[in-house]
């Protein structure tokens, strides 16, 4: 291998390391979590890192295309199951799950899909020993944004194509995003999954990126322009462009659903 050949060999090795220490830790902060998976959504989903039993399953619910995590990707929502062995939404998982004679038994999960930019989302699971408790899952609401942005670095890294620029806006894309969410979440009194939600559900029913919906959001409820974020904390001038009209007249009515209850 050439001097040539070791940065990109290097940044592609440790890449899935970083990641997969990231849930390693988390497991370490979960108690009885079994656990950790964190994947594209893209067609053809890709595992990004894992640990425990996370590379085991979540390869299984690709390859059968039913399960918590395939759900979380196509209908980018949050979805828990108690126990994936017996969970009658996905018999054929459960089929599949209960024939391990070793497996965890109960073999509980959580699915979340977060994005990083406007093109999809990444999900992330988390398997558990015991049903999902409250206390878990603000774990989770709170260490997704983290593991997003992490899978996002990494996927940077891994493309020399992309430049630093464009990792940039991504980080801005991703910043523009939790300001809507946190705007949804104040005003609906909801938690983070449910404003993401209705972010996304509105942005396939106006059929407008959801960066742009989330500009459009928080030009619209701030009444003014979105900020961008000081270039010192990025390393470069990060931009964020005006939301156009299309967008506009989304985040509106979109505003105007969540107002009325």
Not at 25 to 46: D, F, H, K, S
Not at 116 to 140: K, Q
Not at 182 to 196: S, V
Not at 245 to 255: F, I
Request: hydrophobic share 45%; net charge negative; proline share 5%.
């Amino acid at each position: 291998m050439t001097n040539g050949d070791l940065a990109p060999a290097a940044r592609l090795r440790l890449g899935p390391e970083l990641l997969s220490t990231l849930l390693d830790y988390l497991r370490g902060e979960i108690a009885g979590c079994l656990g950790a998976g964190l994947c594209t959504a893209a067609a053809e989903p890709r595992l990004l890192a894992s640990s425990g039993v996370a590379a085991e399953f979540d390869r299984l619910q690709r390859e059968l295309d039913c399960g918590p995590t395939t759900h979380a990707a196509r209908e980018q929502e949050a979805v828990s199951s108690a126990d994936l062995a017996t969970d009658e939404r996905w018999p054929e998982l459960a089929a599949a799950v209960a024939a391990r004679p070793d497996g965890p038994s109960p073999l509980a999960a959580r699915a979340v899909a977060g994005s990083w930019d406007d093109e999809g989302p990444i999900v992330f699971t988390l398997y558990l020993d015991h049903e999902p408790t409250a206390t878990d899952l603000r774990t989770i609401e709170q260490v997704e944004p983290m593991l997003a942005m992490s899978a996002a670095l990494v996927e940077y890294c891994s493309d020399e194509v992309l430049r630093a620029d464009q990792l940039v806006q991504m980080v801005e894309h991703r910043r523009i995003i939790e300001q809507a969410k946190g705007m949804i979440m104040a005003a609906c009194r909801c938690d983070a999954e449910t404003a993401f939600r209705s972010l996304v559900v509105a942005s396939q029913h106006f059929n407008v990126k959801l960066r742009d919906l989330a500009v459009a959001t928080v030009e619209l409820v701030g009444d003014a322009p979105a900020e961008e974020a000081p270039s010192e904390l990025l390393g470069a001038k990060g931009t964020v462009e005006p939301a156009g009209n299309k967008a506009r007249h989304a985040a509106n009515r979109m505003w105007a659903a969540l107002d009325s209850g």
